[in-house]
């Protein structure tokens, strides 16, 4: 029984992604379960400080644990900090064929980290309707359609605090892109 | 955090807290007004990242300051003058402009506050910084871009972009004023001066200005103070009554 639980949870859906699990997104960060107390112990940590789909996490947590006639204990984690290299090739793979670019590595946002100048390295200087132009460190995904390498981005924040809006430059179609983090 | 009662430093994380939260008020007051649909989400992000903050910042506060209260109590239950946000923050929305030359500042501030609080001797405050340090890269991103692109632009916007910073530049002093309560918890280990802060947010705006070919405002000659102590401007007010209203209307509603 205990088995099955804990593979359950691990297959909890991400609930703003369905495609991916919460293990997969690399948000699962404990999970023990206590046989004396019948009780199921989940850490979890969230993407983004206001992430609102942590509670509905929570509670198919809950609900998954309900049915195998257990009780979750949640705990909230916040250091160390979540990563989009916490994601697995299994996930990326799902996100990409779900029309979301995958993050690249966390260090190539093309971001500054902490203190100095920033760097706003305007390539071309984008049209209206494409504010944010790209540092040239930064890593270009490929569209998730056509394969194309040449896109560009629309913002920064798109449709979720954890995606950014991009354009394939050949096939036209607009996609979202898993911002690294 | 070990010693909890007697370190902890309520008051300087309320003002952090609560900078966070006024602004992602103040954000969220452009859906639908962005000049952009992309404007719409990004500035909605933003602000659920602040959001985000805060709640950490208050959900800890409320848990070892002794008064058991939650994240609602603190963001809902307190009347103006327990608010210890700066002046910055609680300005009203202007033009877009004005709003990027606000979010620049706070976001350059922002990210040398939290990059120093990555090393505060509080476990808890650091986890928070470290993850709040994350967001606020593309916040800083987002705002420098839109400067150098509205400043370096047309005479319109331009011109706008100047007005922009100029407007902006009575509140920026606050940002970086040690009050007692930063004092005490710099020297606890558990915060930072705000002063500490100056230089390195300043060197990150003027870098974006030169960028912008924009010049650095004249000093002005008033500028904006007491946020820390609760003195605060008249939009305040207005402010905490559109936030706190339904609580306060039906206490203890959800959905």
Known sequence: MATDVLAAVRAIPDPEIPVITIEGLGILRGLTFDAAAGEVHVVITPTYSGCPAMRAIEDSIARVCRAHGLTARVTTQLAPAWTTDWIDADSREALRRFGIAPPGPAGSSGLSSSGGPVSVTLGTRPTVGSPSGEASTRHTPACPRCGSERTSVLSQF???????????????DPFDEFKAL | MTDTTTAFQAAYLLGLGDDALIYSHRLGSWLTWAPLLEEDMALANISLDLIGQARAIYTYVGANDGTGRSEDDIAYWRDEREFRNVHLVEQPRGDFGQEMARMLWFSAYQRELYAALAGSSDAQLRAIAAKALKEVRYHLDHASQWVVRLGDGTPESRERMVAAFTWVAPYIAELFEDDAASVAAAGAGVGVLPSSLRAGAEATVAGVLAEATL????????HARGGRDGLHSEPMGYLIAEMQHLPRSHPGATW
Do not use: H
Not at chain 2, 215 to 222: I, L, N, Q, Y
């Open chain 2, 215 to 222: 010049d650095a405002p004249a000093v002005s000659r008033w």
């Open chain 1, 158 to 172: 798109g449709s979720t605090a954890c995606k950014a809006l991009r354009r394939c430059d050949d096939c036209g």
